[in-house]
């Protein structure tokens, strides 16, 4: 179950981790989803609606956003690692 919408809006806007994995961000007016923590701009409030998983988002007919990739697992997913010896 999501916190209330006027949470998960502030943790948005602030690009606060608490809900990341938790919570997707599903913008109406451009029809793609992001995590809570994307870099792009945050969207109005009136214009996202909150959903708990990727599945339950990609049903709704929302695409993945190519900043963030939600999709791709963690946040670092899909970088080289980088080890020291």
Same mark, same amino acid.
């Given at each position: 179950?999501? %916190?209330?919408?006027?949470?998960?809006?502030?943790?948005?806007?602030?690009?606060?981790?608490? *809900?990341?994995?938790?919570? *997707?961000?599903?913008?109406?007016?451009?029809?793609?989803?992001?995590?809570?923590?994307?870099?792009?701009?945050?969207?109005? @409030? @009136?214009?996202?609606? *909150?959903? %708990?998983?990727?599945?339950?988002?990609?049903?709704?007919? *929302? @695409?993945?956003?190519?900043?963030?990739?939600?999709?791709?697992?963690? %946040?670092?997913?899909?970088?080289?690692?980088?080890?020291?010896?």
């Amino acid at each position: 179950m999501l %916190p209330d919408t006027d949470t998960l809006y502030a943790s948005l806007a602030a690009r606060d981790g608490r *809900f990341e994995g938790l919570a *997707f961000v599903c913008v109406a007016t451009t029809g793609i989803f992001c995590r809570m923590t994307c870099p792009a701009r945050t969207p109005l @409030r @009136r214009n996202v609606v *909150f959903r %708990p998983s990727v599945e339950d988002v990609l049903s709704a007919g *929302f @695409r993945a956003c190519r900043r963030c990739r939600p999709q791709a697992g963690s %946040p670092a997913a899909g970088r080289p690692s980088v080890t020291a010896s």
